[in-house]
């Protein structure tokens, strides 16, 4: 499953899946679908129950990515994704991961 390639323009977003997306799997299938894309960044829970994402990719990866945080995994229920284009805070980062909970 690939987005498109990864060797042109590298964007970055920052993701916040809002609605019933903690405790159903939503972010280790968010960091298998972004490996398989070839999404680099990393996604977190947060304590007011949403999910924030980083995520780098050329726009056509973080548009395929952005449409599948949308209905993300069959438990979760997202009632509003937040996108916010972000300069690069640092060059491409390697993976992407799982990070602890902000």
Known sequence: MDGGDNTGTI???L???VGR???VGYRQACVRHARAL???GWVRNRLDGS???MLQGSPNQIAHMCDWLRSGVPGARVSSLEVK???RPFDRL???ERQPTV
């Open 15 to 17: 993701i916040r899946a």
């Open 94 to 96: 390697a993976v992407f």
């Open 51 to 53: 999910v924030e994402a």
């Open 21 to 23: 997306v903690q405790g």
């Open 11 to 13: 964007d970055c977003r």
């Open 85 to 87: 284009e972000v300069p």
């Open 38 to 40: 070839g999404i680099t």
